[in-house]
């Protein structure tokens, strides 16, 4: 079994679009993927950097295992270390109880409650890490 990272944005967009996450495509987006035996298994795209933050936007194939050390730490190496930021930021629907908890699991933290702002008309929970906080440089 062959597991490695790729860094092709289109099939990486592509991947995250057919999983339901809402991203518009815009420049300076950067993808990271987790490829295993040829199959795209988990991704993660970055837009709006700032200069002090960027935004994360991640999914994963459901049973494959994807949330592995290879892709955490390219996570956030390319933030923190690459970039330079001092935070990543990422928005979930309150209802969206797996990715919240992956979320919490991996050190994010909640930081503001969009109220309404969800399109099922519930919550959006905006999360943050701080570069200090991060386990995985």
Not at 105 to 113: C, D, S, V, W, Y
Request: glycine letters at 10%; a neutral charge; one cysteine or more.
């Amino acid at each position: 079994m062959s597991t490695n990272l790729t860094f092709d944005d289109e099939l990486i967009y592509r991947f995250l679009i057919d999983r339901g996450v809402e991203l518009m495509r815009s420049a300076g987006q950067q993808g990271i993927g987790l490829e295993r035996d040829g199959e795209l298994i988990g991704a993660i795209m970055y837009e709006n950097f700032s200069g002090t933050n960027v935004w994360m936007h991640v999914a994963g194939v459901a049973g494959k295992q994807w949330i592995n050390r290879l892709l955490l730490k390219a996570a956030f190496k390319y933030p923190f270390v690459q970039l330079g930021c001092n935070r990543v930021s990422g928005w979930v629907d309150a209802s969206n109880l797996k990715a919240r908890r992956l979320d919490e699991h991996l050190g994010l933290k909640q930081e503001a409650i969009l109220e309404g702002a969800a399109k099922d008309g519930g919550d959006v929970i905006i999360y943050r890490m701080k570069k200090e906080e991060c386990r995985f440089l």
